[in-house]
Each structure stands twice: as C-alpha cells, then as structure tokens.
Nanobody
Framework: QVKLVESGGGSVQAGGSLKLSCVVS???????MSWHRQAPGKEREFVSH???????RYADIVKGRFTISQDNGKNTFYLQMNSLKPEDTAMYYC?????????????????WGQGTQVNVSS
C-alpha cells in the first residue's frame, strides 16, 4: 500500500527558505510527482510537478523561487522554497500519480500525503 509522508514545513520570515520532502513508501513507483498547496479559505492549487525523467514545471507564482527535485533511489522528492512570501503560507501536499507500478502491476493512480504546514510571516 502506498503512503506519502511530507516533512520540512515550519515557520519562517519573508525572504527565508524551507525544503519540503515527500517520502513515498511501499512497493510502488509512480510517474508523476507533484506538490500542491491550500491556504485557509482557498482551493487547493498546483505548485510544481516532476516526472521520472526529471522534467519539471511550475506554477507561475512560484517560478524562479521554488525548485522541485527527486531522488528515485530513495523514492523521495523535494521542494526547495526560496524567497518565501507571506502569500506562500499554506498546507503543502505531495501527490504521486499517473502510471504507477506496484510489483509487476501497472495502474492509473493518485495518492496524496497528509500535508505539511508552511507559515511565512512578514
């Protein structure tokens, strides 16, 4: 069974940095790994995505400040967040999705972590 666990959230002042991690446990590998966030009273929004080839894309609001990366050997992916702003305050969620391989079985999956809170003060 797949389980995603985020870590690395916390409280920082504007201009600071945090690095989030997402460990994907279980005998499952998915092609698409992404970060999303949800601020109080707002809908969950896309932040960044990376596929297993390493191709990354970003939401315009974080482009140039955030960097997504992965360590396929550890089945872990990361979100380095620099130049943080108060509007980056949110619960950050990781997601593993797309073509997923569990053992020798392929399926179309979507798995979410429980989230890690990021607070940025001005």
């Amino acid at each position: 069974q797949v389980k995603l666990v985020e870590s690395g959230g916390g409280s920082v002042q504007a201009g600071g940095s945090l690095k989030l991690s997402c460990v994907v446990s279980g005998d499952t590998r998915c092609n698409d790994m992404s970060w999303h966030r949800q601020a109080p009273g707002k809908e969950r929004e896309f932040v960044s995505h990376i596929d297993r080839s390493g191709t990354a894309r970003y939401a315009d609001i974080v482009k140039g400040r955030f960097t997504i990366s992965q360590d396929n050997g550890k089945n872990t992916f990361y979100l380095q967040m620099n130049s943080l702003k108060p509007e980056d305050t949110a619960m950050y969620y990781c997601k593993a999705s797309g073509a997923c391989l569990e053992g020798d079985r392929w399926y179309d999956g979507e798995h979410w972590g429980q989230g890690t809170q990021v607070n940025v003060s001005s």
